[in-house]
């Protein structure tokens, strides 16, 4: 299945790019996802400490994907 992952901020800088196509198996999660994306773009944080948005919602890692979602690494946010 195909799923459209957007990089955002630091995480796009690091990936030189704001959007991956991955190839995934039936019945993958987004922890596959988090761990596909930090194999294919050195530099990013630990898979498991990705925070991931599918289809506009903040999903855990154990969230099961489908064929034609859209994934967002949202990095960490700073301010005061």
């Known amino acids: 299945m195909k799923i459209t992952v957007y ?3 630091t995480y796009r800088e690091i990936a030189g790019t704001g959007r991956l196509t991955l190839d995934l198996a039936p019945g993958d999660t987004v922890a596959s996802l988090a761990s596909s994306v930090t194999a294919l773009v050195p ?3 630990p898979a ?7 289809n ?3 999903r855990d890692h154990d969230f099961i994907l489908s064929d034609g979602d859209e994934a967002a690494l949202i990095p960490p946010v700073s301010g005061g």
């Open 7 to 9: 990089l955002f901020a």
């Open 48 to 54: 498991d400490r990705l925070v991931v948005a599918v």
């Open 43 to 45: 530099g990013l944080p």
């Open 56 to 58: 506009n919602e903040y």
